[in-house]
Structure formats: C-alpha cells, structure tokens
C-alpha cells in the first residue's frame, strides 16, 4: 500500500515496528491504566465508609481486612495510582492550556517526574500515616 500513489499525499502512520518507545508514551499509557484502577479502589474505600456507617460490627470486620499485609499493599499502590493520575491529570490540563512542554525532552523529563511524584508523595503520606 505505501508503494502506490495515492492522492492524498499525507504519510501513513507510524507501525509499531518503527516506533520508539519513550518515556511519554508510558505515562500515557499509565495514565489510562492508573484511571481505570482507580474504579476499583473507590469501590473499596466505599465499602470502608460504608461499614464505617453500619456499625461497629461491620466496622471491624473490614478493618481486620484492610490491616492485612496483602491489602496495605493494595492501598499503596492505589495511593500510588492516585498521586500518578492526578499528576497525569495535570499535565494533561497544562497541555491543553498555553502550549507548553511539547519539546520531546521537556515531555519526557515531566513524564519521568510524574513517575518519581506518585512513588515519593505514596511514600510520604503511608509514612506520615504510620508514624503518628
């Protein structure tokens, strides 16, 4: 197909064979990933708050789930998630807005950044949780 003539003399896309990945195009992809993760860990926290409500009961079989070792972990990377998709989001309103950071370098330091942001911030706010 590319050998023919066409009349539109736009180029085709690039495949998949002939691109790059780089550090941009993983935070988008994380950025939709971390969005669709997050459905989930709002469930959960609803749930919490819902048995927050129900009683004392309901209360402390929830939290006997929510203190094991597999779901801190859980609750972490949905910390994790959050801090991402929030940075993401960000970065998304900042492109939409004055045109700036789409020079492939600044993109890809601010793609970077956002990764270091979700892990520190997590980190931060599970150690602050933790210690008082």
């Known amino acids: 197909m590319s050998g023919t003539n066409r009349a539109d003399p736009r180029p085709l896309s ?73 940075a993401g989001g960000i970065r998304f309103l900042l492109w939409d807005g004055p045109h700036v950071g789409f020079e492939p370098k600044t993109a890809s330091a601010v793609s970077v950044l956002l990764y270091v942001f979700a892990v520190l911030g997590s980190v931060a706010i599970w150690a602050a949780v933790l210690w008082l």
């Open 14 to 86: 690039p495949h998949l064979q002939i691109w790059r990945p780089h550090a941009t195009m993983f935070a988008s992809i994380t950025h939709r990933f971390t969005g669709m993760g997050l459905y989930v860990g709002t469930f959960l926290i609803a749930a919490w708050l819902v048995a927050l409500a129900t009683g004392p009961e309901a209360y402390a079989q929830v939290e006997a789930l929510i203190s094991c070792l597999p779901a801190q972990i859980i609750l972490f990377v949905w910390t994790v998630a959050v801090l991402f998709h929030f």
